[in-house]
């Protein structure tokens, strides 16, 4: 049978995500909170070192799409310190 679980701590996270970007947390910490809620969701319970890796993904990311690749992800308070 399925865990019923971690699906719904996916599905929350992703809720959560939507949310703070329409409240406008903006696109790092919205994903960052996205990455720790999946990877406790698959069983990791280092929230600390879960919020510092979503951290630089998200950072990472944004760099990418928003330098690089020109397209626009939705601003925060740490998007626009990055400019």
């Not at 720790?36 to 990472?60: E, N, Q, S, Y």
């Not at 944004?62 to 990055?82: A, M, V």
Request: glycine letters at 10%; a positive charge.
């Amino acid at each position: 049978p399925m865990d019923a679980r971690p699906v719904l701590i996916i599905m929350a996270a992703c809720i959560a995500m939507i949310g703070g970007i329409y409240l406008g947390a903006g696109y790092i910490l919205s994903t960052m909170v996205l990455f720790a809620a999946t990877a406790m969701a698959f069983g990791r319970r280092k929230p600390h070192v879960d919020l510092a890796i979503g951290f630089a993904v998200a950072v990472a990311i944004y760099l990418l799409f928003s330098k690089i690749l020109t397209l626009t992800l939705p601003q925060g308070p740490l998007e626009r310190l990055i400019g």
